[in-house]
């Protein structure tokens, strides 16, 4: 992004652009940083957790990271919130990939049809998991993707709905590894603070 990024300024702040980048990783090592990014690997947990119960609300998010409250219109919950698109789509994947190991129809779609006005649209478009080798990997498709603030978090929590997937699918007696996740950004920026 920084040497081949170009210049944006979305809503007057100044970014660094690729569009419709992708980024591969291996899922069974779902922490991605380096040292002078300093994760909170609270946040990282409370959040995927957060997402696992379906929650919508700001109370059980904002006590890992205060900044969070600025997404929500109301100080309650969160418009975009993928918790519960993702509880209410999860059985439709699991019971996708048990019927048909080898389905291209294990998708969910986060994104939200006519959002109105709100601080809260999804980055994250849609998933998809598919089983191949043995393993369950994840394609999931944002328009939106702040490669210091969100890769790193969004990484874990992509990987901890895998994870719940896997959970899923072994209590129906079929066993697959953690395979490999691909995140497709329509932008995927690097704001200039974080230069």
Same mark, same amino acid.
């Given at each position: 992004l920084l040497?081949?990024?170009?210049?944006v300024e979305p809503r007057g702040q100044y970014t660094r652009e690729i569009n419709n980048k992708q980024l591969?990783?291996?899922?069974?090592?779902?922490?991605?940083?380096? /040292?002078d990014r300093h994760l909170s690997y609270k946040y990282c947990a409370a959040e995927a957790y957060w997402i696992l119960t379906g929650d919508n609300r700001t109370e059980t998010l904002v006590p890992y990271n205060k900044n969070m409250i600025n997404y929500s219109d109301d100080g309650i919950?969160?418009?975009?919130?993928?918790?519960?698109?993702?509880?209410a789509q999860i059985d439709y994947v699991v019971t996708a990939l048990a019927k048909d190991q080898l389905?291209?129809?294990?998708?969910?779609?986060?994104?939200? /049809?006519?959002?109105?006005?709100?601080?809260?649209?999804?980055?994250t478009v849609g998933m998809f998991f598919y089983i191949r080798e043995n393993k369950l990997n994840l394609s999931v498709f944002m328009r939106s993707s702040d490669a210091w603030l969100g890769v790193p978090y969004d990484a874990f929590t992509f990987t901890m709905i895998a994870c719940y997937v896997i959970a899923k699918l072994k209590e129906r007696k079929?066993?697959? /590894?953690?395979?490999?996740?691909?995140?497709?950004?329509?932008?995927?920026h690097l704001y200039l603070e974080h230069f």
């Open positions: 040497t081949h990024g170009k210049a591969t990783f291996d899922m069974r090592y779902p922490v991605l940083g380096f /040292e919950t969160y418009f975009g919130a993928y918790g519960p698109k993702v509880m389905t291209r129809q294990a998708g969910l779609t986060i994104w939200r /049809e006519n959002p109105p006005y709100t601080k809260d649209v999804p980055c079929i066993y697959v /590894e953690l395979g490999s996740m691909t995140i497709t950004a329509v932008s995927a």
